[in-house]
């Protein structure tokens, strides 16, 4: 069976697999994005650690946190280097945890065809890359998403113009109008209007295990799939339309010609009304369902995954978009959260990952995790 979108598939896997020493395995991790979390984590779990950086200053900051500093480093060039050093990787049992970063720095192509076992289904990684794509599976598996406005004449009422490059919300704007529209808008990238959902923003971090038949388990079309669990939560701080509110009203600031912009720049941990968790959970349980069917042959979720959602006035959840692996916005639960303690303490979504590691080498089941 070929995996989704991938040219790593399951018999390369096991052939690679095949040559490792489970006894020794090392997680590698390129050095940013949550990887002292990643790190902390694989280290709690018993594992030896490796870190991946391009310059020395990145490396340098790891010494400041002795309890997640890797056990060795590889250092690079630059991160498309990764590719070439595969049997590098291989040789030395090496895992690699894929985060936001990684693929930003090795483009998601490149990162589908890296021939190195990695934790999760690289293959959802093709579909959490697509607007379009994430629309259909999270609209599939029972979320509401905002509505998208494909005319930008039919502007009426605020809408959030979303470029499709765009990193961690780099260039989005708000715009109320046609007007509004044409002024801020960059025609050169590919955009899209959604409209803008007035509420609070939660983003939910889920953990989804193929391997565990105990908790709260997802039912699929054909009974069970898995254990889902819901480790953290966070909102996301983003510069500056988190402190626009202290410089007086939207007229006030469109005189100072102030726009808001969406950049993050940190984040921070939250809890949502206990009522909400039913829902929370039937959407992430829907969307692990949904992602089975992605493709014929998808091997679905595995591991971490956040739903970006606004709750409304209504009590209502709209789902803007899903992240298919570890979030960023998990870091501030390194020693574990209101959620995950209540099962184990200081679980974070780092050591969860190391966990699930660590359980399907015991029962000689890496290659249900790994693609
Ligand atoms: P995204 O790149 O989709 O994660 O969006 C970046 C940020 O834009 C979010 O964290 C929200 O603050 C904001 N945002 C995105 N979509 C919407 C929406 N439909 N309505 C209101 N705010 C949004």
């Given at each position: 069976?070929?995996?989704?979108?991938?040219?790593?598939?399951?018999?390369?896997?096991?052939?690679?697999?095949?040559?490792?020493?489970?006894?020794?395995?090392?997680?590698?991790?390129?050095?940013?994005?949550?990887?002292?979390?990643?790190?902390?984590?694989?280290?709690?779990?018993?594992?030896?650690?490796?870190?991946?950086?391009?310059?020395?200053?990145?490396?340098?900051?790891?010494?400041?946190?002795?309890?997640?500093?890797?056990?060795?480093?590889?250092?690079?060039?630059?991160?498309?280097?990764?590719?070439?050093?595969?049997?590098?990787?291989?040789?030395?049992?090496?895992?690699?945890?894929?985060?936001?970063?990684?693929?930003?720095?090795?483009?998601?192509?490149?990162?589908?065809?890296?021939?190195?076992?990695?934790?999760?289904?690289?293959?959802?990684?093709?579909?959490?890359?697509?607007?379009?794509?994430?629309?259909?599976?999270?609209?599939?598996?029972?979320?509401?998403?905002p509505k998208v406005i494909d005319d930008p004449h039919d502007i009426d009422g605020p809408v959030i113009v979303k470029y499709a490059g765009a990193k961690g919300g780099e260039g989005y704007f708000v715009a109320r109008d046609y007007r509004d529209f044409k002024r801020n808008v960059n025609l050169e990238e590919e955009f899209?209007?959604?409209?803008?959902?007035?509420?609070?923003?939660?983003?939910?971090?889920?953990?989804?295990?193929?391997?565990?038949?105990?908790?709260?388990?997802?039912?699929?079309?054909?009974?069970?799939?898995?254990?889902?669990?819901?480790?953290?939560?966070?909102?996301?701080?983003?510069?500056?339309?988190?402190?626009?509110?202290?410089?007086?009203?939207?007229?006030?600031?469109?005189?100072?010609?102030?726009?808001?912009?969406?950049?993050?720049?940190?984040?921070?941990?939250?809890?949502?009304?206990?009522?909400?968790?039913?829902?929370?959970?039937?959407?992430?349980?829907?969307?692990?369902?949904?992602?089975?069917?992605?493709?014929?042959?998808?091997?679905?979720?595995?591991?971490?995954?956040?739903?970006?959602t606004i709750v409304t006035d209504k009590l209502e959840f709209r789902v803007f978009e899903i992240s298919a692996r570890i979030v960023a916005g998990s870091n501030p639960f390194i020693g574990g959260s209101p959620y995950s303690d209540i099962n184990e303490p200081f679980m974070s979504t780092g050591r969860r990952i190391a966990?699930?590691?660590?359980?399907?080498?015991?029962?000689?089941?890496?290659?249900?995790?790994?693609?």
């Open positions: 069976m070929k995996a989704v979108g991938m040219v790593v598939d399951l018999i390369t896997l096991k052939k690679w697999l095949g040559n490792y020493d489970h006894e020794s395995i090392t997680i590698g991790v390129v050095a940013s994005h949550s990887s002292l979390q990643i790190l902390h984590g694989a280290r709690m779990e018993g594992f030896k650690t490796l870190g991946i950086a391009v310059g020395e200053n990145r490396k340098r900051y790891y010494s400041a946190f002795p309890g997640a500093e890797p056990d060795d480093w590889l250092m690079l060039e630059n991160y498309q280097d990764m590719i070439k050093h595969a049997e590098w990787f291989r040789e030395r049992n090496v895992i690699i945890i894929p985060h936001g970063s990684l693929v930003e720095y090795l483009g998601s192509q490149n990162y589908a065809n890296l021939e190195v076992p990695t934790f999760g289904n690289r293959g959802i990684l093709n579909w959490e890359s697509s607007r379009a794509k994430q629309r259909e599976w999270l609209e599939d598996g029972g979320c509401v998403m899209t209007i959604q409209e803008y959902v007035l509420g609070c923003r939660y983003y939910l971090h889920f953990f989804f295990d193929p391997t565990k038949n105990d908790g709260f388990q997802v039912q699929g079309r054909d009974g069970p799939l898995g254990s889902l669990e819901l480790l953290s939560m966070d909102r996301r701080d983003e510069s500056n339309v988190d402190e626009f509110y202290k410089l007086g009203s939207l007229r006030d600031l469109r005189e100072m010609n102030l726009e808001p912009s969406f950049v993050v720049t940190g984040n921070m941990p939250i809890v949502i009304r206990e009522s909400l968790l039913p829902k929370a959970f039937e959407l992430a349980e829907g969307t692990v369902a949904a992602s089975y069917g992605l493709e014929e042959g998808s091997r679905g979720m595995i591991g971490p995954f956040c739903l970006e966990r699930c590691i660590r359980q399907a080498i015991d029962s000689d089941n890496l290659d249900s995790i790994l693609s």
